[in-house]
Nanobody
C-alpha cells in the first residue's frame, strides 16, 4: 500500500546537474525520515542523503557533500535530490526510501523502497 515512485534520472555529462523526485503515497504522511540510496554497478547500495520530515534535518555521505541537496515538500509528500557537479562515480541506480524508526534516519533500516531511477554520468 505504501508507494514510492522515483523520477528524474537520465544521462548527463560530468559537471552537469539532475534533480530526482520521489512521490510518496499510502499512509506515510507522518513518516519520520526519508532518504536516497545509490547502487553502483557491481556494488552494494549505499546511503547518499537523508532528511527528517518534520524538522528538515539533513545528512550526507562525504562523497556528495557540497554537491547534492536533499529536500522535501510536505504538502506534496515528495522528496527531492538536487545533484550538481556530477561525476562519473555518481553513476548508479538511485532509490528513494521511507519508513525508518525514530533516530535512525542515517541508517540502512528503511522498510519501504521505490523501484529506482538510473543516473548515468559520462566523462
Amino acid at each position: 500500500q505504501v508507494q514510492l515512485v522515483e523520477s528524474g534520472g537520465g544521462l548527463v555529462q560530468a559537471g552537469g546537474s539532475l534533480r530526482l523526485s520521489c512521490a510518496a503515497s499510502g499512509g506515510i504522511v507522518s513518516n519520520y525520515a526519508m532518504a536516497w540510496f545509490r547502487q553502483a554497478p557491481g556494488k552494494e547500495r549505499v546511503l547518499v542523503a537523508s532528511i527528517t520530515w518534520t524538522s528538515g534535518s539533513t545528512s550526507y555521505a562525504d562523497s556528495v557533500k557540497g554537491r547534492f541537496t536533499i529536500s522535501r515538500d510536505n504538502a506534496k509528500n515528495t522528496l527531492y535530490l538536487q545533484m550538481s557537479s556530477l561525476k562519473p562515480e555518481d553513476t548508479g541506480v538511485y532509490y528513494c526510501a521511507a519508513g525508518v524508526t525514530y533516530g535512525r534516519a542515517w541508517s540502512p533500516e528503511y522498510r519501504y523502497w521505490g523501484q529506482g531511477t538510473q543516473v548515468t554520468v559520462s566523462s
